[in-house]
């Protein structure tokens, strides 16, 4: 069936580096992927998504970039600050109606 | 506050209770979502409704859980006979048919804690 991995589960870094997380599809008729940042006992918020047709995707210091060919993508934050320290998320669709969440990444940054 | 609303925001039952969840969506959106969240994992699918009609359920959803959404507006998520497996937090999520589509904005969550 359909699959969604996300790596790494736990990530820390210095305030100020960058961070990388990225995921693997399995369905290779995905065409929309975004990326949820969710603090604790919030809800998942949407940070930033990317459609099939481009390669990436920029918003200030969030940027996400697609290998369709490879069916992984990955969220990139530079320039990291304490209020990046979450848990993101990474969903792909998983068939026609539903999507299917990564397993998370819990970011620390630290000051 | 237009966004996603969830009641009751946390509920605490005994084993062997039935607990029914409600989500308001924004309001103009026709795609409504349930979720379930465990600690330390993503949101697992467990239905889908276009409007009134549901159109896909996770084989998680075992016969003790149902969903409705009468008016197409807003849906309620019944469990019956709860077990501790089915503490959780359950998500609500709705979107709108078109081009974002895919977008989906999530309401705040009811934890449920079964005893």
């Known amino acids: 069936g359909e699959n969604v991995e996300q790596h790494p589960s736990t990530l820390s870094v210095q305030e100020g580096d960058s961070a990388v997380i990225k995921c693997t599809y399995s369905?290779?008729?995905?065409?929309?992927f975004p990326w949820y940042k969710q603090e604790l006992g919030k809800r998942p918020q949407l940070i930033i998504d990317?459609?099939?047709?481009?390669g990436e995707k920029k918003d200030q210091r969030i940027a996400v970039t697609l290998n369709k060919t490879a069916k992984h993508f990955s969220l990139h934050i530079t320039e990291t600050q304490p209020e990046d320290s979450a848990v993101y998320f990474c969903a792909a669709p998983g068939g026609t109606y539903k999507y299917i969440f990564g397993t998370g990444t819990r970011l620390k940054v630290l000051a | 506050d237009t966004g996603v609303s969830q009641n009751p925001r946390h509920k605490i039952t005994k084993r062997g209770q039935n607990v029914t969840f409600r989500c308001d969506p924004i309001?103009?959106?026709?795609?409504l979502y349930w979720y379930r969240q465990t600690l330390g994992q993503g949101p697992e699918f467990l239905t889908y409704?276009?409007?009134?009609?549901?159109?896909?359920k996770s084989r998680l959803l075992s016969d003790r859980f149902s969903a409705e959404r009468p008016k197409g507006s807003f849906s309620t998520l019944e469990i019956q006979r709860t077990e501790q497996g089915d503490s959780a937090m359950y998500l609500c999520?709705?979107?709108?048919?078109?081009?974002?589509?895919?977008?989906?904005?999530f309401g705040p969550g009811t934890r449920l804690l079964v005893l």
């Open positions: 409704f276009q409007n009134e009609a549901q159109l896909e």
């Open positions: 990317i459609r099939s047709n481009v």
């Open positions: 369905d290779s008729a995905s065409n929309y």
């Open positions: 999520a709705s979107s709108l048919s078109g081009r974002a589509s895919e977008t989906q904005y």
């Open positions: 309001s103009e959106h026709n795609r």
